[in-house]
């Protein structure tokens, strides 16, 4: 698999660490996920969230507050290439594992760290928390209905998108790792890479001084682009600027287009209130099937709103295989998350459900060279 020569440390909780671990053991990295003794099991070891964050990964617990334990991350340490950590910055640098404590051991490790706020200034040692990050972020601000007060979005976004980025800063090391055979430390924090995701609205003010509002379910800029009542519920239509006589054609009406207050994009956005409720008017008397073949035909997008359970039954989704079905040893046949991107000659795959805490402890002990007597010592004493 394109990383089994990685290896990787996962040191994290939660969501945002784990969602970046995610990325690197599905394709192939060789993860060893430490937890704490008495851990709160995160929400539930055999819960839905729990299996879906740490298929792929090998599980030992380790007690990083006794010596004894930290000596054994150090060993890790001097075999792994990577370690990934969402510590809050004073929590590492007190436990002795930050980066400059670990370095000396293995200068080609990658050190990985997603924090709430960033390693540095006014805000590193509070606590990060994903809707915190889309308040702070800018992101509520502008979800939700016109005047309907701040919205979060329905996935955690901030979480998300700071693992997927953190993910990506790790390989470009390792890449640059090959040139230079050092590695170096990674960083973001759910803040950076909220505002990171505000994209064109964050340019929106930073270029134009335009302080973006909420618009519901309509595209900011691009009208009509937005969810539209039909006969038996809504669709989403999205027409860009040059699809806009297109999409009268067909709806069987040219004239609309050559209408003043909707025949430039600049007009269209004016009058947008007063353009949805005359497309509703045409989409009202045909099924979302219906005007979906329709507007497909014609190059329009366009697409169903769909809940979970329908998502998960759509033809697409089942031929993309974007549920994968695993056999945990203690919850039977169940369904996780199948993988987004396939590498055509080295693909990724789910290879083992989420282990049982502890479950390679020992093993990986044994890998070490700790012998069976040392490790009777560490149970007894609590450190594994």
Not at 40 to 49: A, I, L, P, V, Y
Not at 223 to 234: E, L, R, S, Y
């Amino acid at each position: 698999m394109p990383l089994s020569h990685i290896r990787v440390i996962d040191l994290t909780r939660a969501r945002a660490g784990p969602t970046c671990v995610r990325q690197l053991a599905d394709m192939g990295a060789q993860v060893i996920k430490i937890e704490q003794p008495q851990d709160d099991g995160e929400w539930g070891r055999h819960g839905f969230d729990f299996q879906n964050l740490h298929r792929n990964k090998r599980c030992m617990v380790l007690n990083l507050k006794d010596e004894r334990g930290k000596r054994i991350l150090k060993q890790l340490v001097k075999k792994s290439d990577v370690l990934v950590e969402n510590y809050r910055p004073n929590v590492k640098k007190r436990l002795g594992i930050d980066y400059e404590s670990l370095r000396p051991l293995n200068p080609r490790l990658v050190y990985a760290s997603i924090s709430g706020f960033g390693q540095t200034g006014p805000y590193k040692d509070r606590p990060g928390y994903d809707q915190v990050a889309q308040g702070m972020g800018g992101l509520m601000s502008i979800t939700g209905q016109p005047g309907g007060g701040p919205v979060r979005a329905g996935i955690p976004v901030a979480d998300l998108s700071a693992g997927l980025l953190a993910a990506q800063g790790i390989l470009v090391a390792l890449l640059e790792r090959e040139r230079s055979g050092e590695g170096q430390w990674v960083h973001t924090s759910l803040l950076e890479a909220m505002v990171a995701m505000l994209d064109f609205q964050a340019t929106r003010w930073l270029m134009g001084k335009e302080v973006p509002p909420q618009a519901g379910n309509n595209h900011p800029t691009v009208i009509p682009t937005g969810a539209f009542k039909v006969k038996d519920g809504h669709i989403n239509i999205a027409t860009t600027n040059h699809m806009w006589k297109r999409l009268c054609q067909a709806l069987g009406d040219v004239a609309l287009a050559e209408d003043e207050r909707f025949s430039s994009p600049g007009r269209r956005s004016k009058n947008r209130d007063a353009l949805t409720p005359i497309l509703e008017e045409k989409l009202k008397d045909r099924t979302a099937d219906e005007w979906i073949d329709t507007l497909n035909e014609a190059g329009i997008p366009c697409g169903p709103i769909l809940s979970i359970d329908k998502v998960f039954d759509n033809e697409q989704v089942r031929h993309l295989g974007l549920a994968h079905a695993v056999e945990h040893p203690a919850l039977g046949p169940v369904q996780i998350l199948g993988l987004p991107v396939t590498l055509s000659r080295t693909p990724a795959s789910i290879r083992t459900p989420t282990a049982e805490r502890g479950q390679h402890t020992d093993e990986i002990l044994r890998e070490l060279g700790v012998d069976e007597a040392e490790i009777g010592q560490l149970r007894k004493a609590a450190v594994i």
